[in-house]
C-alpha cells in the first residue's frame, strides 16, 4: 500500500518540531517511523528557515540548525513549481505556496492549522485534488485508517 504523501504548513511545523505538541505526537511519530512520506517545497522550506529565525522564539543558532536537522531528516524537499492547473486562491498570499507545493508533490493531505488555508479543503477535494486537514482531524483520521 502508498504510504499517505504529506504536506505540512510552518505552523504546524513549529507545533511538533520547536513546541513539542504533545497533541501531535502521533503525526511526528508517523514522520520519524515513515509510515507517511512528508514534502515540502524550496520556497515553503526557506519560510521554515526563516521562522526559526524570529526573535520571539529566541533560538540560539545552535538550536535552530538542530531543528533544520530534524526537519531535513523528515522532510523530503522538492522542486518549486507553477501549479498546471488553476488552484484555489487562498486569501493569504504566503500561504499560496502551500497548495501549489501540495498539489506540484501530489500530496494527498496539506496539514494545517491556518484558517484560510482551511476554508478551501471542499475545493481542493471537489478538484480531486487533495485533502486540506488540521492536524487534529489529520490524527482522527489515521487513527481510524492506520
Not at 511545523?13 to 524550496?42: H, I, K, N
Request: charge should be neutral; include cysteine; charged fraction near 25%.
Amino acid at each position: 500500500m502508498k504510504k499517505p504523501r504529506i504536506v505540512l504548513d510552518t505552523n504546524v511545523c513549529l507545533d511538533l518540531f520547536v513546541f513539542r505538541d504533545p497533541r501531535w505526537q502521533q503525526l511526528l511519530s508517523a514522520m520519524q517511523q515513515q509510515q507517511v512520506e512528508c514534502v515540502t517545497s524550496s520556497s515553503c522550506r526557506m519560510e521554515w528557515t526563516l521562522v526559526l529565525n524570529y526573535k520571539k522564539l529566541a533560538l540560539t543558532d545552535l538550536e535552530q540548525q538542530t531543528l533544520l536537522a530534524e526537519f531535513d531528516a523528515l522532510v523530503h524537499v522538492v522542486p518549486d513549481e507553477e501549479s498546471t492547473i488553476k488552484l484555489p486562491k487562498c486569501r493569504d498570499k504566503d500561504d499560496q505556496k502551500f497548495l501549489v507545493c501540495a498539489h506540484a508533490a501530489q500530496a494527498d493531505f496539506l496539514i494545517t492549522k491556518d484558517k484560510a488555508l482551511l476554508k478551501l479543503a471542499r475545493k481542493t477535494t471537489r478538484l480531486g485534488l487533495f485533502s486540506i486537514a488540521s492536524p487534529e482531524d489529520w490524527t482522527k483520521l489515521y487513527e481510524s485508517n492506520p
